[in-house]
């Protein structure tokens, strides 16, 4: 991948830019922590308002529906204010997200949750857009797919905790729904106080995420990668490029697949008996985010010696068995392990997107890293398409929905690897028919 050219700081300032990875790393982290806590919010949130599977995923569909409003302002903005200002200004939105917790729980009001989480949503939009390009330009262009999967992997260690710390604070006082005939002041009182319990974890988080702005502000002089003004026809001519434009809906595809997964892991898991208690299988998704940790340390470590579209393409097809297995003919443990080992497959998969989309664009990464991140809004449709499947014909038949993203994905990793959607001269003669 051929990143923007660092600014002319000389080589001394290029080596500080580098220096800044351990941050970008953090941030990925903060972001994977703060996302992975919808899927522990949405058994709480069930119960709490008595919803049906396609009303609870509305906090998916909330959530990643702020990609896709925010993904192309957001590249517009940091295109002009640069990657640390950009990230500053997305670590503040997420943590004014966090703060609107409170008010939400003191009303007991669904709808105000889900606009806390467009918030926090918006901020880690910011934040991506920004991040994902800088920590793939942080470096060697030549090891870009394997530092953007490093970067990915510390993304899922916060991802594998996240779980474990919304469960103690969220799940571990239970799972109540309210009592049939309750008037509506009993109803009121039953909701706020169990929407209580999401108060703390949140105003935690928020203090973290302004320190984590204060120290980005003090660096946002640092040495970085350059970035190219974007306009809002840019846009036009990066979706001709066929590997960026079919990178975004395999990113999309990813990302939907991801998070109905994840977001039906505690109720699939007490389905199929693998446990009976809504605490045990919220610390149950630790293990789907852990494996994803796992494979992203592994897959950095591959990505140096095996060609990403082939690795991609592999994973993919290894993670629609697994949901095809699980939706079909697994029951007890066994479905569990295999509805779980889906987050090692997983692992390599947005990263290896990611890198294989940008190739080439040069002074365009910000504007694909937009579109791209424009793409995360997946989260918001696949869910919701697999909570209207599973209202439908149950639960486990639903997982076919991921399974059919899954092999989307893989066609595209095996499209790359045979040089049909070459990046660079797509590239170059996009440009010239600009």
Known sequence: MHAPAPNPAGAGGAIHGRRLLPLVIALFFAWGFCTVLVDVLIPKLKATFALGYAEAMLTQFCFFLAYFIVSIPAALLVSRIGYMRGIVLGLVVMAGGCLMFSPAASLGWYPAFLGALFVLAAGITVVQVAANPLAAGLGDPARAHSRLTLAQA???????????????????????????????????????????????????????????????????RSPVPAVHAMRQGDYLRLLGIPRLSLGALSIFLYVGAEVAVGSALVNYLIMVGATTSEHAAGNLIAVYWGLAMVGRFIGSWVLRFVPAGLVLAACALGAATLGLLAATVLEGTPAAVAILSIGLFNSVMFPTIFTLSIDGLGEDTAGGSGLLCLAIVGGAIVPLLMGLAADRFGLAPALLVPVACYACIAAYGLLVRAGVLAGRPQVAAARAGS
């Open 154 to 220: 510390f993304n899922s260690f916060g991802t594998m905790l996240g779980p474990l710390f919304g469960s103690a604070l969220i799940l571990a006082a239970g799972v109540a729904e309210p009592t049939p005939g309750m008037d509506e002041a009993a109803l009121a009182a039953f909701r706020v106080e169990q929407a209580s319990h999401v108060r703390l974890p949140y105003m935690i988080i928020a203090a973290v995420l302004v320190a984590l702005a204060g120290l980005c502000w003090l660096l946002r």
